[in-house]
């Protein structure tokens, strides 16, 4: 490419034909370097027989007019027209260009648009009736947000011949020259100064459904911290996997790409926009969703509600759509976009639960399937799920007890050895009565995170009963006997022979009042056993934070399925210790003294 043509240069530019050897050979030293890691199993992709007929990029030149695709109401597209500004030779990497454009009508769609908008990703732009590439990136913080990028077509369209394999980081930003900052200055009418120094992937709007206030913004600060470029919204979900109906014909260019991390009662879905379609193959986004290279997301249609202008002028313009029918698996996620096949659903882990209301007796059973699980989104999107369904049948938040058992099953490095934790929690809390819930979340982190190996979740299933009552017993009162003083009384000291049998009434006054329930337990005086023995009462101790940076993880696994739980009520003495879950929270302590005789 020549300078003469409004080309600002980054590097050293080389022939397309030279850059696609390149993006090959960087694929495959990727691959290489990446060969180890384990990647969850999808359809292989159809080769793509008659790919869309491709402007060149080396013809590209500022001025060019052309036109695009993309929905801005429902899931039919519309046309808009652009104009060329300049080409970023290198922008993303050597040999990957972006193209620098203008949306300049017509009125209507700029009016519902507002300019480039997140959501638009991979709206497919074409010259000369060609196909010259999709929509990726913004200035941003840009004076005019007429003005985005995009990515050249043939980069999209080799992606239907890549080879499986990782890919390296993704650039957060790409650096502009001081040349490109003029062009946009002089197309947008405002002062160099103005126009922004980088460019950003266009924000991907991330659906989630149901979600309160408190829940997006948790949700969005722990995507921050990470560095994503996902703009929570409340979406509506899309239908288990297990009950949905697939619509195997690939999406059209121009309607929504819905690449869905779960559906069910909790869907959470990366919604950009298709490019092409090819056979059974779909290219769209014209950017990475976590750039995982080889994917199994489930793939589906959208439609959309609206677009939001941001008139602060701070994030631009973003689409709000809702997930419609489920198409198929995306199977690539790449620098230049996504591409999915139709007609097949990726395998997925279930989340199951049944919660009970025992207040009013609403039950709920309700399913999610999850298809991505990676880092934190396995943990997260469960726990979404256990939040909304307790949500449904409590209705309200606020003080309660409750009551939790769970199972989550997966398999450990090796893909075939299975592990399994079981466990319960039951806390009683004025200010949260989901709180018991967050035992179940932290252990998925445990598991997630474990240093020891890769793990992938298979499924999980939880079942409780939740109520707006305080379920506290205060452990008031102690009865002892043995052979040596029959019959159930308050006794400061018991007296029992060595090799008999006591028993122990522990009583437990409910939070509130009421009639006080009993425990009761049998022990065995040991023959050894000689003088004063102290036997004590307490409730179970909640668990604190797992240390598991140097434990192996049938280790790990072992303490996940073991600990006290809160509704223990623990008694220990003689050598021994025996434990029995109550229907209540245990607090308070008590003990007496068992004065050994011959």
Known sequence: MSQSRGVVLLGNARSSSSRRKALRALTVCFGLIAASLTFTDAPAATPCASPPTVFPESSITPGMIGTGLTAVQGSAPVSFDIQVIGVLPNALLPSFDLVIFKITGPPAFLDQAHGVASGMSGSPIYIGGQLAGAVSYSFGLAADPMIGLFTPAQQMVDLTALPTGASTSLPSSVAVTHRARVAVADAAKVPVSSVPTTVQRLAIPLGVSGLSDQRAQRLQSIIDAHGLPFHIYRAGGAASA??????????????????????????????????????????????????????????????????????SGLFGPFKILVPTDLRGTVVQDRLAGLMGQAGTLPTSMPVTTTFTDTDNGKTRTGQTDIFYQKDFWGPEITYEHVFQNLLLVFDHFGEGTLNLSYTIQGLREDGVTPFTVHNSNMVASEYDAFQAAYRLLNAMYELAFNQAEDITFTSVEASGEITDRQLVGDIVRVRTSSSLQRGLRDRPVLKAKRGSTITLEVMLQPAGGGAPETATFRMRVPHRADGLERISFRGGRARQKIDSRHLGFEQLVAILNGGEHPNDLIATGLGRQLVQQQDVVVEGQASVTVKVVG
């Open 242 to 311: 297990s009950a949905a109906t697939i619509n195997p014909t690939p999406l059209a260019a121009g309607e929504p790409l819905a690449a869905e991390l779960s559906t069910g009662d909790v869907t959470f879905a990366g919604i950009g926009t298709a490019t092409f379609a090819c056979g059974d193959l779909n290219v769209g986004w014209g950017h990475s969703f976590f750039f995982g290279g080889p994917s199994s997301f489930a793939m589906g249609g959208a439609s959309v509600i609206t677009i939001v202008n941001d008139v």
